[in-house]
């Protein structure tokens, strides 16, 4: 009997890092034809072990097949040429540019985010776009979007886009360039339950064809129903690859954790206290100068989570920065406490009692480039707990950082290092701990545990729980419906920047909210 040969199989793979080894002799197989889910908690090397397969990294030991032969892949570049796509996490888009020169650039050329400077971008697009016919990736990118319900406008700058918009476009251009084999990282975080039927169904399509895709998420649910096998990695080592139909979402936690997982965090009763954030008919431009935040009104009561729902790209993170003072309101109030907050700026509303967690944690949570003390440090550096006279004391900063760090079990070998350097859950955790350190009143949190493993996710769900416990007010925000509606004690939900109805989540479904998020009906 012949033996099936994988069509991409990774052997011994050892990657280190400094003070750390994140792939530990990791064996890893992908046959042509299946959807091959990888998991693992933060941290546990999963997205290192794929940038190996797509070229970003080198191993330092161990070697990659292609349908039986070894390959060397240098470079991205090189894999796409082998037919290697991967979504990235962390989006690897130009903001300069458009939607459609990005698509464009990443078939057609060499420049990438990290090499392309303000000053060459032009000359750049010029040189490799020189020949393109844009009108036909036009329309080829037009009717991806609307094949797989992926909206966006091919003119619209990057920047102009918020966090869940960028990510459509990766995923678009990932399909453009029609991969045989396709890494996904977390494809499904800013999707509607209706779209992410739709992208799965899309995912069908492609194996059905002798495609093979490699899906890296946290959510158990999506990895049993579309995963025909799948691989758990924990701390840089293979545990285990098993078949869907052998496992079960317990078992697959455990593996993950190495302990037992609480699926739903328990959330007791709790009765709402004195109104703390109050919006009134508050109306906020975007980046181009177009409403999209329109009369939107709610509260937020101290001890209740009021969970913000909708599509990506209706009005919540212009309405996020607007409370926040980092965006202008055009028209509406805004009070913290009854203390007017309208137009404030950052530091006043951030002296009222209000602490934000917000949705792009590397570029506006953290300074990537400071270590961790001087980011537990941010928001508090006046203080006069650190300071000695007219200089911080670095005994107090560091003191400070050592207590959060291990208060909120934040992974590091060393409080001195970058916090680029950590995973996504530990950077998120420190986000958390400072935050939280700073006892505020208000927390408005957005997109809590987007791409955080299970584990990470019990924790800072137990973490918000606990501060509702404690009688602080929480604005949650967040695209995971099953989250928003576990979590809330009443949930507004946005579309096209209007509250279209504020309802309690023990009262309605998980499809009626869905299609109010679409638009499609209201309370």
């Not at 090499?115 to 844009?134: E, H, I, Y």
């Not at 700026?345 to 001087?374: F, K, N, Q, W």
Request: with cysteine; glycine share 8%; net charge negative.
């Amino acid at each position: 009997m012949s033996v099936k040969t994988p069509l991409v199989e990774m052997r011994e793979i050892v990657k280190r890092f400094p003070g750390i080894v994140a792939n530990d002799q990791v064996t890893f197989a992908a046959d042509a034809g299946e959807i091959h889910g990888l998991l693992g908690e933060n941290g546990a090397g999963k997205t290192t072990l794929m940038n190996i397969l797509y070229g970003l990294y080198r191993q330092d030991a161990g070697e990659v097949l292609l349908e039986g032969r070894p390959v060397h892949i240098n470079s991205p570049k090189h894999a796409l040429h082998l037919g290697i796509g991967m979504v990235h996490q962390h989006f690897h888009l130009i903001p300069r540019l458009s939607v459609l020169e990005n698509i464009i650039l990443g078939m057609h050329s060499e420049v990438s985010a990290d090499d392309a400077t303000a000053g060459s971008l032009l000359q750049n697009v010029k040189r490799f776009l020189f020949g393109v016919n844009r009108s036909r990736a036009e329309a080829d990118i037009l009717a991806l979007s609307e094949q797989y319900q992926l909206k966006i406008d091919p003119h619209a700058k990057i920047w102009e886009l918020s966090v869940g918009e960028q990510q459509r476009v990766e995923i678009i251009k990932a399909l453009y360039r029609r991969a045989k084999l396709l890494i996904l990282d977390e494809p499904t975080a800013v999707l509607t339950p209706q779209e992410v039927d739709s992208l799965f169904a899309m995912l069908h399509t492609i194996v059905e064809k002798g495609h093979t895709i490699i899906l890296i998420t946290h959510k158990l649910n999506e990895v049993m129903d579309v995963c025909h096998r799948i691989t758990v990695l924990r701390q840089g080592k293979l545990v285990s690859t098993i078949r869907t139909a052998d496992c079960d979402k317990t078992s697959l936690a455990r593996m993950m954790v190495g302990r037992e997982v609480l699926f739903h965090v328990d959330k007791p009763p709790h009765e709402p206290g004195d109104v703390i954030l109050s919006v009134e008919n508050l109306s906020v431009h975007n980046d181009k100068g177009l409403q999209v935040v329109q009369d939107a009104s709610f509260q937020v009561h101290a001890g209740e989570i009021l969970g913000l729902a909708g599509v990506s790209g209706n009005g919540q993170r212009e309405l996020i920065e607007a409370i926040n003072g980092l965006r202008p309101v055009t028209s509406g109030a805004v009070k913290v406490a009854d203390q007017a907050v309208t137009n404030a700026s950052p530091e006043m509303i951030i002296g009222c009692g209000v602490g934000y967690i917000p949705e792009d944690r590397l570029h506006v949570g953290l300074a990537t480039g400071l270590p961790v003390t001087e980011n537990l440090l941010l928001k508090s550096q006046s203080s006069a707990d650190f300071s000695s006279g007219w200089f911080l004391d670095a005994g107090k900063v560091h003191r400070h950082a050592a207590e959060l760090v291990e208060h909120f079990d934040v992974r590091t070998p060393s409080i001195d290092l970058p916090v680029g350097r950590l995973s996504g859950g530990n950077i998120q955790k420190l986000i958390l701990a400072r935050e939280i350190a700073r006892r505020p009143k208000l927390l408005i949190a957005s997109q809590p545990t987007r791409g955080l493993d299970i584990g990470a996710i019990e924790y800072v769900q137990t973490i918000l729980l606990e501060q509702r416990r404690q009688g602080k007010a929480i604005l949650l925000v967040s695209e995971n419906l099953d989250e928003t509606m576990h979590l809330s004690d009443r949930i507004a939900i946005i579309y096209e920047g209007r509250i279209v109805a504020i309802v309690f989540p023990q009262e309605v479904s998980r499809r009626e909210i869905g299609l109010m998020m679409a638009g499609a009906m209201t309370e």
